[in-house]
């Protein structure tokens, strides 16, 4: 008997003891997918090594127990890997892996208070993502005095520097009032970040003495049948360290926005999408860990790259072509086509350059790269109950601005790219 199997067993004892004192519950829920990708050109440079051929999948598992209705506790587990890898994904499988913690946290109601708290490892979607829309450690705090109305106060913990000394910590606040209005949901916030927030886009930029304030909103309805959602930042920025990064000593203000309309017409849906966010001090917006993957070739998609080194390009544009990377503008065009409850036809025109020049690396001009004119195609097939195949296809008519780096403000390419991908996924 394995471990894990032996640790089951006990637990399932244990619970069954315990079953005529406490009423226990525990709903999983999760998903497995199995993808496989196919690139060529995401360098942007016909003339070197860029194809990519490869299969991975994805594992996650949450889940929830609780006593009462207004207690529980959040547990997600998460496990990666390439077919083919040194772990699980070799010939025998039966490797050691990786096995992530995903999520770990409280998630309580007070009820005289009329107030949820979520504290510890979780989810965040702040500014409409683009501050935030990843996991962290922290708290969330939200406050609902009626219907219709709501505050929440968020606390992200970037980094713990030194338990003992706050000099090398760096967090993020962040203040928020929702409600509703003339069909209107409307979120104004303000949020507040210090110290360097190392594993983000600021990592090696800012140092300890680094401050950002931001103010903005989110806003979501219906104008007629058309569905409208929207996001608006400012934000002010101070690194008063004078020796450290490439911004060092330098503050800066800039802006962010993203809009976008959906107009259902039957089985037919259509979408219209704008965004711009950037800096023109250091490229990319500053945020905690903001995420956007709004097309396949620039920014990830649906088939994005999970591992790291997996498409064999870094020298990208986008830094990997990741929906991390927060220097963009962009439109995007979409129809979507339910043929029955089984098949539906996705397909999208997106046109994207970078929104400010940016260094591309040490010792580099600064430069604006654009992408060109891309278009994305999905075909979904409900294959049973929860479990769904998807074949995708991307290509760029890539701009001549689309390029390779080759050495000190030298660049290569121009030339088009594209992508293929297939996946499995099944939702429990």
């Not at 976008?260 to 905690?288: H, I, Q, S």
Request: charged residues 20%.
């Amino acid at each position: 008997m394995s471990k894990f199997t032996k640790i089951f067993v006990a637990m399932a004892a244990i619970s069954a003891l315990a079953a005529p004192a406490f009423a226990i519950t525990a709903d999983f829920t999760g998903f497995l997918q199995v993808r496989g990708i196919m690139t060529e050109n995401l360098n942007g440079d016909d003339d070197r090594r860029d194809n990519g051929r490869f299969s991975d999948q994805r594992f996650r598992l949450f889940t929830h127990t609780a006593l009462h209705e207004n207690v529980k506790a959040v547990f997600a587990i998460e496990t990666d890997n390439v077919w083919g890898d040194t772990g699980i994904g070799n010939v025998g499988t039966d490797a050691k892996g990786q096995i992530e913690v995903k999520h770990v946290y409280l998630d309580f109601n007070i009820p005289w208070a009329n107030t949820n708290v979520k504290a510890g490892s979780q989810y965040f979607k702040l500014g409409g993502g683009i501050i935030q829309a990843d996991d962290g450690a922290g708290l969330q705090v939200r406050y609902t005095p009626v219907k219709g109305q709501s505050l929440l106060l968020a606390w992200v913990k970037q980094v713990e520097g030194d338990t003992t000394s706050d000099a090398s910590d760096s967090d993020y606040y962040h203040l928020q009032y929702d409600f509703d209005a003339a069909g209107f949901r409307l979120s104004p916030f303000v949020g507040y970040m210090n110290g360097t927030p190392a594993g983000t886009t600021l990592a090696n930029v800012f140092a300890r003495d680094f401050e950002a304030y931001f103010v903005g909103a989110e806003m979501s309805g219906k104008i007629g049948p058309v569905g409208v959602a929207a996001t608006a930042i400012f934000n002010s920025w101070d690194n008063n360290n004078s020796t450290v990064g490439a911004a060092a000593g330098e503050d800066n203000t800039a802006w962010a926005a993203m809009v976008k309309g959906t107009l259902p017409l039957g089985a037919t849906t259509l979408t219209a999408e704008a965004a711009r966010y950037g800096d023109d001090k250091v490229g990319a917006f500053v945020n905690v860990r903001g995420f956007n993957p709004f097309s396949e070739i620039a920014a990830g998609g649906r088939f994005d790259n999970r591992n790291a080194g997996a498409l064999g390009n870094t020298t990208t544009v986008a830094a990997g072509h990741t929906g991390f990377y927060m220097n963009w503008q962009y439109i995007k065009l979409g129809l979507e086509q339910k043929l029955n409850d089984k098949h539906k036809l996705s397909a999208y025109y997106i046109y994207a350059e970078e929104a400010e020049q940016r260094a591309k690396a040490a010792g580099d001009n600064p430069t604006r790269f654009t992408m060109g004119h891309e278009v994305n195609a999905y075909y979904d097939y409900a294959v049973s109950k929860g479990l769904t195949f998807t074949l995708a296809g991307a290509y760029l008519f890539a701009d001549s601005d689309y390029q390779s780096r080759t050495g000190v403000n030298t660049y290569e390419g121009g030339d088009d790219a594209w992508k293929l991908g297939t996946a499995l996924t099944y939702t429990f």
